[in-house]
Nanobody, 120 residues
Framework: QVRLVESGGGLVQPGGSLRLSCAASGSTFSFYAMGWYRQAPGQNRELVASMASGGTTNYTDSVKGRFTISGDPAKNMFYLQMNSLKPEDTAVYSC??????????????WGKGTLVTVSS
């Protein structure tokens, strides 16, 4: 059974940095798309950053230049480096992996999320 577990969230002051990690177990991903999502209180979930197994990355405009997505698929680890954090970055951050190795439509796996609070 595939399981994703996020870690690295916490309380940080504006301007600070955090690195989120997403540890996958139960499978090795070779052909995938991975994304970090966030959901603030009262807001819809939004895709913050994504990365394909070929290396292509994308970011939502509000985090471009501040966040960096990366991964080490051989270790089943994915990361989100967050710099210059702002109060509006406060949210629960979750990782999702869409595994294309078994079907063209892909199978989605989600973690439960980690809370990031940016406040002075």
């Amino acid at each position: 059974q595939v399981r994703l577990v996020e870690s690295g969230g916490g309380l940080v002051q504006p301007g600070g940095s955090l690195r989120l990690s997403c540890a996958a177990s139960g499978s090795t991903f070779s052909f995938y798309a991975m994304g970090w999502y966030r959901q603030a209180p009262g807001q819809n979930r939004e895709l913050v950053a994504s990365m394909a197994s070929g290396g292509t990355t994308n970011y939502t405009d509000s985090v471009k230049g501040r966040f960096t997505i990366s991964g080490d698929p051989a270790k089943n680890m994915f990361y989100l480096q967050m710099n210059s954090l702002k109060p509006e970055d406060t949210a629960v951050y979750s990782c999702k992996v869409r595994d294309f190795s078994k079907s063209p439509a892909g199978t989605d796996y989600w973690g439960k999320g980690t809370l990031v609070t940016v406040s002075s």
